[in-house]
């Protein structure tokens, strides 16, 4: 029998990609989640930029400059690299609601975006991506919930006691009689929620400790430990984005944890400031 709940004896299946529809508005989780992370990350975010000395108001500021880069790069990566699914109906590619973005795609857009608004406003490129970090991965733990509803983004068959019901239509071709795959989504959001502990402690020890914790730190270790959990995760994963036989998530993934790792040697082994990138 189909499970007919989120949870049913450990096992998990999604009651579907709508939440509740009033009349022709259909809300739908996906957007709901891409929301209250944006809400509750700009929340930490501001706190955290007082910590800093930068006042909620200009973080406020940064955060329509990070939707705007964000949200548009994190579904363009995913459309570039699907493109033959959106080439006979390109506004489908505006559909972001029906899932399909991709985290690497919104790092780029956002980092673009966060260089020239500290461009703007002569601040340290650095100080802003220490402080919007945590909100970052917070973010990613919070977003990730959104392909359990839309039965996406899952992993290889598995009998584990945690496996995740997908229903028939989003089976992958040639696994239309297997029922329960890993729950990757679920991983992946475990996964950042550890970084986030990881990063908000280096964070406030950074405070107690302002002449030991270069700028830069927080989001090299976010980006490197973030990479590291991708890597394996995504290895699960059987809807990759591909290049010819290379998963694209984990080739960027190894080059996320190799800038990570030599931009922390860079700090505290050869002593020196990261680039200013403004």
């Known amino acids: 029998m189909v499970p007919d709940m989120a949870v049913v004896l450990g096992q998990f299946a999604s009651p579907g990609p709508v939440a509740f529809q009033l009349g022709p508005i259909v809300i739908r989780w996906y957007g709901l989640l891409i929301a209250?992370?944006?809400?509750?990350?700009?929340?930490?975010?501001?706190?955290?930029?007082?910590?800093?000395?930068?006042?909620?108001?200009?973080?406020?500021?940064?955060?329509?400059?990070?939707v705007v880069g964000a949200l548009p790069g994190a579904r363009l990566y995913y459309v570039l690299f699907e493109w033959d699914r959106y080439a006979n109906r390109?506004?489908?590619?505006?559909?972001i609601w029906q899932g399909g973005i991709a985290i690497h795609g919104a790092i780029l857009?956002?980092?673009?975006?966060?260089?020239?608004?500290?461009?703007?406003?002569?601040l340290s490129f650095w100080q802003l991506a220490d402080i919007v970090a945590p909100s970052l991965v917070l973010g990613q733990a919070?977003?990730?919930?959104?392909?359990?509803?839309?039965?996406e983004a899952f992993g290889a068959p598995t009998n584990l006691p945690w496996r995740l019901y997908i229903p028939p239509a989003q089976r992958p071709p040639g696994?239309?009689?297997?029922e329960y795959y890993h729950p990757t989504f679920l991983y992946e959001s475990l996964w950042?929620?550890?970084?986030?502990?990881?990063?908000?402690w280096l964070f406030f020890w950074g405070l107690r400790h302002p002449d030991r914790l270069k700028p830069g730190t927080v989001f090299l270790v976010y980006f490197a430990a973030y990479s590291l959990g991708r890597l394996w995760i995504e290895g699960l994963r059987l809807d990759s984005?591909?290049?010819?036989?290379?998963?694209?998530?984990?080739?960027?993934s190894l080059g996320g944890i190799a800038l990570g790792i030599g931009g922390l040697l860079w700090l505290?082994?050869?002593?020196?400031?990261?680039?200013d990138v403004v």
């Open 241 to 252: 984005l591909m290049l010819g036989p290379l998963r694209i998530a984990q080739v960027v």
């Open 192 to 200: 950042n929620l550890g970084v986030l502990g990881l990063v908000l």
């Open 90 to 95: 390109p506004l489908d590619a505006l559909a």
């Open 109 to 122: 857009g956002g980092a673009i975006a966060t260089v020239l608004f500290a461009r703007r406003y002569k």
């Open 175 to 178: 696994l239309e009689a297997v």
């Open 36 to 66: 209250s992370a944006v809400v509750i990350g700009l929340f930490l975010a501001q706190r955290l930029g007082q910590r800093r000395n930068i006042a909620p108001e200009r973080i406020e500021t940064l955060l329509i400059w990070l």
């Open 142 to 151: 919070i977003g990730r919930w959104g392909n359990f509803f839309n039965s």
């Open 268 to 275: 505290y082994r050869l002593k020196r400031p990261l680039p």
